[in-house]
Structures are given as C-alpha cells and as structure tokens.
C-alpha cells in the first residue's frame, strides 16, 4: 500500500470546509493508501481547547488515518499579526512533524496555509524522497492582491515567486475550477505549465439534501431563531475578506421596511464584527448573526433559507471557488449568484439555472434579484431543484473522490 503524507492546516473536527473537505477525501481513500495528516490543533474558530495547549505535537488516529497535530496560538483573525504568527507556528511546527511521520511515498499539500503550504510540500519532497501533489483551493498572493489586503510590492513579489516555485517542484497541481487553470497558464506565460487537473470540490449529498419547509427541525431552527414566516436571505460560510459583505450588508436597509424579507448571516471570520456593528448602528432588525452550525445541523440551517447569497469579491475570477455553492445546490435552494461572469461559481449557477447571477459590486442587481426571487416566492422549489439535480449528475462526492484517487495513484 502506497503511504501518503498530507499537509493540511484544517482537518476533522474543523468547521472550516477545508477541514470538512478533506477529512471526507481521505477517510474514502484509507483503503488505497496508509495516510498521514500534519495539521493544526483545532482552532478555526479562534479558539484552542486546554489539552492542546501543552505540547507540541499531538499523536491521533481517526477512522484508520494517522493525524500528528501541531501546536499554534489562538488566532485572532481581525488582526494580521495574529494571523501571520498563527501561520508561522503552523508551518515550523509542520517541519518537526515531518521527521516523526516515517517514509512516504507521495506528499499532498493543499494551499492553506497560503504560500507556506507549497513550501511544506517541496521540503517533505526532499525529506522524504517522495513525489508531491500540490492541491491549489485559492491562488496567493493573488487572492490577497485583490482587495488589497497587503501592500508591500516586495512582498508579493516574493510570495509570487515562492509559490511559482512550489507549483514548478510539484509532479501534478490539482485545481478546484476550471478558470483556475488560465490563472495557472498566466503564471508561466511562455513557460512550461506544470502538469495539472481539475477537480472540484463537493459536499456529501447524502448527507446535505432537500427537507420540506415543515420539517420539525426546520421549524424549531427557525423559532429559536426568530424566522418563523419571513422570507430569509441566508449567507452560510466565512465571513471573511474575499466576499465583499461588508458591502453587501448595505442592501439589509433597501429592506427594513419589509417585514417579510429578512437576513440571515451564519458563520464566522475577520469581518463579521464590522458587519454587526453596522447593523447596530443603522438599527437593522431584518439581520440575524449566528455561529458556525454543527455539522450534523447543517442540513436544517441550509434547508431553512428561501434564497442563498453565493458571492466573490470583483478580481477573485480564477483565483478561488466559494465551496459552499455545492452545499446550497444540495439542498435545492435557489442562489443569488455575486460572481464574475465566467467564474467557476457563476458557471454552475448558469448551467444548472438555480439562480440570478449578478457582477460583484452590483448592488442594485443584487436587490433586483431579491425582488424578482420574492415575487416568485411559489416558484423556488422548482428554481433549486434544478441546482440539486445538476449536481448529482455533475458534481458529486463520488465522482470527485475517484478522481482524486485515480490521479494519485497514477502519480
């Protein structure tokens, strides 16, 4: 049996969808391979439980996968020195790990953390004599350069080199979408592109499908929350810097006179402060702000929304896939698409025509769109069915994990 060496900074129990994402991937290839998993102690949230905080690494095993976890500080992701030094202990730490991991033959590193991930994987490569698959979820520095989230020409330049580097070093680069690969093209111009294929992520449609509005959990979800009988417009995922909702949640107010229309933002990330102090602020009561939901919950939180919100800042084209547009595609919810015109994302939506799609930075199409799904509120059952059959014949779990497996095994 081949053994694999993954490095991933989120894995079971992460909420995070990387975590999720890859936690499923390898617990359906144990039987190919003898896996090991470098990760980071539970922490996406922010916050560390006590027994991780003693030692460096933490020796474990899940479902038959060795999982050796490093130890890093609580992060606080409002604050970029917290977040660097958060990624610094991860990656030295990994480097430890690696000489308690014993041989490898093949070394998968995913992007996360960005730019040190693929420097993790050419140095297991040189350890470990082993081939390297570098798994690319967002493109860096390209991600941060497109809002703008580090100035430092000189450090993108670097970072832009590094990972150049990393993909150059890798024996095949794995992409989540399709228009990632021209971003991978652009990379090298006239150069030699560096073996790769496309395989897009997914979620466990088994586990996430359509319920009916009267569903006993989907009404008690809805009155703990304070949702019974409005219209909700649900944002389920990171609440981060890539998405422009400290924006979106500006159009909360073309609404608040509407008693029937009502937001709801699920999750965590560096922006959901900025995001509930606005509401504060302007006195929006049609917004509601709640935690991550387990994952044995999500299925009711998902199925609770009329309408999704699937959005991507302007520049993101190419350089990243929001992974929780296979998730409301599962549950057969129509989406409000705030994506590039031939993005991955926006494809999908287009192809399967589960909803509107409007640019980033459109605000007013975006309002549009809420009118038109609103005044077409008896016919969303149809509008999101269309996305979960597309899905099962397009987009499943299955069809991905075998992809996955029949690139490492022929690597």
């Known amino acids: 049996m081949r053994r694999l060496?993954?490095?991933?900074?989120?894995?079971?129990?992460?909420v995070a969808s990387l975590g999720q994402l890859m936690s499923e991937l390898f617990i359906n290839l144990q039987h190919e391979f003898d896996i090991t998993v470098i990760c980071a102690v539970p922490n996406y949230t922010g916050q560390i439980d006590e027994h991780y905080k003693k030692k460096l690494l933490h020796?474990?095993?899940?479902?038959?996968?060795?999982?050796?976890?490093?130890?890093?500080?609580e992060v606080n992701k409002e604050k970029k020195l917290s977040r660097i030094f958060n990624i610094l202990s991860f990656f030295f730490n990994s480097i430890i790990a690696t000489f308690k991991s014993g041989p490898q033959d093949v070394i998968f590193?995913?992007?996360?953390?960005?730019i040190l991930a693929g420097i993790l994987g050419i140095f297991g490569k040189k350890i470990k004599r082993a081939k390297l698959v570098y798994n690319i979820q967002d493109f860096n520095p390209e991600q941060t350069e497109a809002i703008n989230y580090v100035k430092s020409g000189i450090v993108f330049s670097i970072a832009r080199y590094l990972d150049k580097l990393s993909c150059r070093k890798s024996d095949l680069v794995i992409l989540v979408g399709h228009d990632m690969q021209k971003t991978l093209e652009n990379r090298f111009k006239t150069r030699k592109v560096p073996a790769n294929a496309v395989v897009n992520n997914w979620v466990n449609e088994k586990d996430i499908y359509p319920l009916p509005k009267t569903h006993f959990e989907i009404e008690k979800f809805k009155e703990e929350n304070g949702l019974d009988s409005k219209f909700i417009i649900m944002y389920s995922g990171n609440i981060g810097l890539y998405y422009d909702l400290e924006n979106i949640i500006k159009i909360a107010d073309k609404f608040k006179n509407n008693d029937d229309v009502h937001f709801v933002f699920i999750g965590e990330g560096a922006v959901k402060k900025q995001l509930v102090d606005y509401c504060k602020d302007h006195r929006l009561d049609n917004v509601s702000f709640l935690p991550y939901q387990p994952k044995d919950k999500l299925i009711y939180s998902l199925n609770a929304a009329d309408v999704h919100l699937v959005t991507n800042q302007k520049g993101i084209k190419g350089i990243s896939v929001p992974s929780k547009i296979y998730g409301v595609m599962a549950v057969g919810?129509?989406?409000?698409?705030?994506?590039e015109e031939g993005s991955e994302a926006r494809l999908l939506i287009e192809d399967s025509g589960c909803g509107i799609c409007v640019e980033p930075q459109d605000y007013d199409g975006i309002v549009n769109a809420?009118?038109?799904?609103?005044?077409?509120r008896?016919?969303?059952?149809?509008?999101?069915?269309?996305?979960?059959e597309y899905l099962e014949k397009h987009c499943s779990m299955e069809s991905s994990i075998n992809k996955y497996k029949q690139l490492l095994l022929n690597i």
């Open 5 to 14: 060496l993954v490095y991933t900074q989120y894995f079971y129990p992460e």
């Open 59 to 73: 020796f474990e095993s899940f479902n038959n996968i060795n999982i050796i976890r490093v130890k890093v500080p």
């Open 109 to 114: 590193v995913t992007s996360q953390p960005p």
């Open 333 to 339: 919810k129509p989406v409000i698409g705030v994506l």
């Open 370 to 376: 809420i009118n038109e799904l609103y005044a077409k």
């Open 378 to 388: 008896e016919q969303l059952p149809v509008i999101g069915m269309r996305g979960r």
